[in-house]
C-alpha cells in the first residue's frame, strides 16, 4: 500500500505557483519522498526528490517538514502543460526498491 | 534526465495469442526493472521487479505464467502476455534504475495493448 495521503484533485491559475501537499507520517529514517507526474496517456516523469533537506531543480521545489511528516512540491509559475497526475512517494534510494504510486492529485492549470 | 524506452507504443493482437513489449534503457545500465499495468483514470499497479539476469519477482495476485518478464541484459526486458485476453487490454509501463541512473527510477512511455 502507498504510505502517502494527497488531496484528489487541485486547481491553479496560468502563471501563479501551484504548491501540492503530500502526508508521509509513517516515513522511515532512510526513505526519500520522491515526486513523479504523469501527464494523460504518458509514463510517469521523474520531478524531485529528497530526503529532509529542501531541493530545488529547473522543474520545482521541494519542502520537507522538519519532522518529515509531510513535505510540498511547488511549481513556480504553473503552465497549462503542468496539468497532470502528481504522485508523492516514499521509497528507499537504492537499487530494490520499487515505487508504489498512490492515487495522487490531478492538478489542473487554467487560463 | 536518463531515457527508457518501450516499443511497440499501441499493439493491437487477437485473443487467444502472445504480445511482447520491449524495455530498454538507452543511456544507463538497468541493474533493476519494473513493470506496472494501469487501467484507464486508475493508479499504476506495480506488476513485477526483475533484476538482471535473476527471475522476476511478481507482486501478489500477479499471473507469472501469463505476464513472462525477461531481464536478460543491463539494458533489455521484455513483457511477455501469453494467451492475451480482452480483460488484459491496459497500459503497460516499465521503469528502470541503475547505478548510473543516480537510483533514481526513469519511466518508459507506456505500451497500450487492446486485445480483440
Known amino acids: 500500500d502507498a504510505k502517502t495521503t494527497q488531496p484528489t484533485s487541485m486547481d491553479c491559475a496560468e502563471g501563479r505557483a501551484a504548491n501540492l501537499p503530500c502526508n508521509h507520517s509513517?516515513?522511515?529514517?532512510?526513505?526519500?519522498v520522491y515526486w513523479y507526474r504523469q501527464i494523460h496517456s504518458q509514463g510517469p516523469q521523474y520531478i524531485i526528490h529528497?530526503?529532509?533537506n529542501n531541493e530545488t531543480n529547473e522543474m520545482a521545489s521541494l519542502i520537507i517538514t522538519e519532522d518529515r511528516k509531510s513535505s510540498t512540491l511547488i511549481l513556480p509559475h504553473a503552465t497549462l502543460r503542468d496539468t497532470a497526475v502528481y504522485y508523492c512517494?516514499?521509497?528507499?534510494?537504492?537499487?530494490?526498491?520499487?515505487?508504489?504510486f498512490g492515487t495522487g492529485t490531478r492538478l489542473q492549470v487554467f487560463p | 534526465g536518463a531515457v527508457v524506452s518501450q516499443h511497440p507504443s499501441r499493439v493491437i493482437c487477437k485473443s487467444g495469442t502472445s504480445v511482447k513489449i520491449e524495455c530498454r534503457s538507452l543511456d544507463f545500465q538497468a541493474t533493476t526493472m519494473f513493470w506496472y499495468r494501469q487501467f484507464p483514470k486508475k493508479s499504476l499497479m506495480l506488476m513485477a521487479t526483475?533484476?538482471?539476469?535473476?527471475?522476476?519477482?511478481?507482486e501478489q495476485g500477479v499471473e507469472k505464467d501469463k505476464f513472462l518478464i525477461n531481464h536478460a541484459s543491463l539494458t533489455l526486458s521484455t513483457l511477455t502476455v501469453t494467451s492475451a485476453h480482452p480483460e488484459d487490454s491496459s497500459f503497460y509501463i516499465c521503469?528502470?534504475?541503475?547505478?548510473?541512473?543516480?537510483?533514481?527510477?526513469?519511466f518508459g512511455e507506456g505500451s497500450w495493448l487492446t486485445v480483440v
Open positions: 526483475s533484476n538482471e539476469g535473476s527471475k522476476a519477482t511478481y
Open positions: 509513517t516515513i522511515s529514517g532512510n526513505e526519500y
Open positions: 521503469s528502470a534504475t541503475g547505478y548510473h541512473s543516480g537510483n533514481t527510477i526513469y
Open positions: 529528497g530526503l529532509k
Open positions: 512517494i516514499v521509497r528507499v534510494e537504492d537499487n530494490t526498491d520499487k515505487l508504489i
